[in-house]
């Protein structure tokens, strides 16, 4: 039994058994970027992209994919910008800890249309452009402040990406590529061994983004999680010890040439260019490092279609008593508004509105919907969904499994669940008992290891991110408000919802609800 095993089940016992250091605490003024800095390096500013208003989420959802479509540059540049870009500056009274500080620039809040556990974007943005792309062939980092394209590297090494990636790699035939790195770093100054945990979620929330807006316009977007980690490090210029390489998304291009297969280069070739670091002082957390390497392991063998069949979720409770959910309104907001309006709700939920038993419905539906990231991932769904009803019309209060083929819940505990779910949760900043519902996604932890290997706790926490984004997303376009939290005992979860036995792991919380009237709130749009 590798250490993922080992590594899941600290994170399920950690709020009875504290993570080493158990007495961390951050140094804030020491903390780095929330974003690599590259000095002296050249820039280009990304066009603007024009999304359309029927593009809306519900195709997104469905991967409504046409063949023939294909990124250029706009498209690249208005993906990027909805995901991960800036997009706007927050300011509004609500409950989480850092309220204090957001006034001050230097502390600001920049709104995303992707999620983040702490805000903290640890996710590194590469592109490698081949030579069909309207640009001189290279390296490429996504500067998320400038939304520009910062050259790390000149030359064709699209040939040296496809190489790392190895046959039966998903995706297009391209000379086109975005690489996926995570700076530990950035997360861990704050997370420390717990960071892996949590960037692991990030990665998928900003697949999942890319996912649902690429496949509103027809697109598609294919992750490959396997392949020649070490070599893509190299290629990148940075120690995988420090930055892991977690994705690589080939692009279908809109070329007046196909795209070449280029050769790798005859010789090693790497990114020169290295990043500042803010940080004074750079820690390492000894699980943090444990678990990238044995996830980095074996990173070249692939999986077959069917390896995580073992691990899918198990089916609803047919023995159970089931409530009927109605049919889902329509998603009809174009993806892109969806993401500019996502915020967290932190503590402004108001249970004096209760939720629509609709809403219910098309979040759980569409979390559904967004669990399978796609790629060499597979086409399985590996998780589950429960619900904590507190305040939905017409549904009694209590703990549910959903079953998705049924459209239905499934009672698991009748009651009123505020005070369990509060009892339960480690933070201030919100107050679970005044949203309208809490979901729950589990997920077989131990068996999609078990199928795969380490490496398949980045497939996990990529899943739970992925579904993450998608509630997110979803309760933006429904206009009603939502809050994500890994701060909860994961145990008591376990034995409130009888999952003792079935191998299911309660990984985050995701709250949804109205949220209280004429809120304090300052917002200024950059995009």
């Not at 702490?118 to 081949?130: C, E």
């Not at 990529?462 to 890994?486: M, P, R």
Request: a negative charge; glycine letters at 10%; one cysteine or more.
């Amino acid at each position: 039994m590798g250490y993922a095993h080992d590594y899941a089940a600290a994170i399920l016992r950690r709020g009875r058994v504290p993570m080493d250091p158990a007495d961390f605490v951050p140094n804030w003024s020491d903390g780095p970027r929330k974003a690599k800095f590259y000095p002296g390096v050249d820039s280009l500013p990304l066009p603007a992209c024009d999304y359309p208003p029927h593009a809306a989420l519900d195709r997104g959802l469905a991967q409504d994919v046409d063949e023939g479509a294909e990124f250029d540059l706009a498209l690249l540049s208005g993906m990027l910008r909805d995901s991960y870009g800036l997009t706007g500056r927050r300011l509004g009274v609500q409950a989480n800890t850092d309220l204090g500080a957001l006034p001050h620039y230097p502390l600001a809040n920049w709104s995303r249309g992707s999620a983040s556990g702490g805000g903290l974007y640890p996710v590194s943005l590469y592109w490698v452009s081949g030579p069909s792309a309207p640009v001189p062939p290279g390296v490429h980092y996504y500067s998320t402040r400038h939304h520009a394209m910062q050259r790390l590297l000149t030359g064709d090494v699209s040939g040296e990406v496809r190489e790392a990636l190895g046959d039966g790699a998903p995706g297009p035939d391209t000379d086109q590529y975005l690489i996926l790195g995570i700076k530990y770093w950035q997360n861990a100054f704050k997370y420390n061994n717990f960071s892996f945990h949590a960037v692991t979620m990030d990665l998928g929330a900003c697949v999942q983004t890319w996912r649902m807006w690429a496949g509103a316009r027809g697109l598609s977007v294919q992750p490959a999680l396997w392949f020649d980690e070490e070599r893509l490090g190299r290629l990148l210029g940075v120690d995988t010890a420090e930055e892991g390489v977690f994705a690589v998304v080939p692009l279908k291009w809109a070329a007046s040439v196909p795209p070449v297969r280029s050769a790798p280069p005859a010789g090693p070739v790497s990114v020169r260019h290295r990043d500042h670091e803010r940080s004074r002082t750079v820690l390492t957390f000894d699980a943090l490092r444990r678990m990238q390497a044995v996830t980095a392991a074996g990173a070249t063998d692939r999986p077959g279609p069917a390896a995580l069949d073992p691990a899918v979720a198990h089916p609803a409770d047919p023995a159970r008593p089931e409530v009927a959910l109605p049919s889902c309104p329509p998603l009809g907001t174009d993806v892109r508004t969806a993401l500019r309006a996502r915020r967290s709700s932190f503590g402004r939920f108001d249970a004096q509105r209760p939720l629509e038993a609709a809403q219910l419905a098309a979040c759980l539906a569409a979390s559904v919907a967004g669990s399978r990231i796609g790629g060499d991932a597979g086409g399985q769904r590996l998780a589950k969904l429960y619900a904590f009803v507190g305040h939905v019309e017409g549904i009694a209060p209590g703990a549910y499994e959903y079953d998705p083929d049924a459209h239905a819940l499934r009672l698991v505990k009748a009651g009123g669940p505020g005070e369990f779910l509060q009892k339960n949760y480690f933070l201030a900043n919100y107050n679970l008992e005044q949203a309208g519902a809490v979901l729950v996604p589990t997920v077989r932890s131990e068996a999609v290891i078990d199928a795969v290997g380490d490496r398949g706790y980045r497939v996990v926490n990529a899943t739970v991110g992925a579904i993450a984004q998608t509630a997110y997303t979803t309760a933006s376009a429904l206009g009603i408000g939502c809050g994500v939290a890994l701060g909860f005992d994961n145990i008591s979860y376990i034995e409130e919802l009888s999952l003792a036995g079935t191998g299911e792991a309660p990984l985050l919380i995701m709250l949804i609800g109205n949220e209280r009237p004429a809120p304090a709130d300052f917002r200024y749009e950059l995009a």
